[in-house]
């Protein structure tokens, strides 16, 4: 079991680009969690899905930021475009699905936008 | 709306010393509390889970307790090594449909552990 798997682990770019955050949970786990941790607002639930299917996505900041999960083993999180206050630590999690299952988190991808 | 406080912000303690983490909850609705330890640089990893209808659940030399009603839960350590120096967060599940598979995290207590 190699855990879960985030790429890049650090991400540097200039304001306005676009960066796209990918994450490859556990095999079998059919929910996937995008966060956002930083020192001001601690960790952060971004959006969810479930069997591949967006459950939840109230705490994607702004239309800026968009998931996909095009399959059980591949997500991305994408800022188009960026900004400063957008450099954080975003990390992926799974899970096997049921509430009373414990998440798994990736390492997680350090984003500086200059 | 669910809000977690985790007390001490952060703790710093003698090699061998037993040490308690508080962690307290608004809304007593919830299905889980889990206890996660992170270390510096590295994702989160899950320490204990303890559902809604149960007290506490212990692993190795952790013990963590629930009080659902009071909303408030401990993290014991017992015989505290320099290992253990880490973050550790606590995180609830609200109940309900819509509340969906949501944690909501606390900020977290910082322990180190001084050999």
């Known amino acids: 079991d190699a855990g879960v798997i985030q790429s890049p682990r650090h991400e540097v770019t200039e304001m306005g680009q676009e960066v796209t955050l990918r994450c490859k949970p556990i095999s079998g786990h059919n929910s996937l969690f995008w966060y956002r941790q930083t020192m001001m607002r601690g960790l952060e639930l971004l959006i969810y899905?479930?069997?591949?299917?967006?459950?939840?996505d109230s705490g994607m900041p702004e239309d800026r930021f968009s998931a996909k999960m095009p399959n059980a083993s591949f997500s991305t999180l994408k800022i188009q475009p960026s900004e400063p206050r957008d450099s954080a630590v975003y990390f992926c999690?799974?899970?096997?699905?049921?509430?009373?299952?414990?998440?798994?988190f990736g390492n997680g991808t350090r984003l500086t936008v200059t | 709306k669910q809000e977690v406080t985790q007390i001490p912000a952060a703790l710093s303690v003698p090699e061998g010393e037993n040490l308690v983490l508080n962690c307290s909850f608004t809304?007593?609705?919830?299905?889980?509390l889990q206890w996660f330890r992170q270390d510096p640089g590295k994702g989160l990893t899950s320490l204990l889970l303890i559902q809604s209808s149960q007290r506490e659940q212990t692993s190795g030399r952790l013990n963590a307790s629930l009080d659902k009603s009071s909303g408030r839960s401990t993290l014991y350590i017992a015989a505290s090594q320099p290992g253990d120096s880490a973050t550790y967060l606590c995180a609830v599940i609200g109940e309900g449909v819509m509340r969906g598979n949501k944690l909501v995290f606390g900020a977290g207590t910082i322990l180190r552990v001084k050999s």
């Open positions: 809304d007593s609705a919830i299905y889980n």
């Open positions: 999690a799974s899970s096997p699905g049921t509430v009373n299952s414990p998440l798994h």
């Open positions: 899905f479930n069997n591949n299917v967006p459950i939840d």
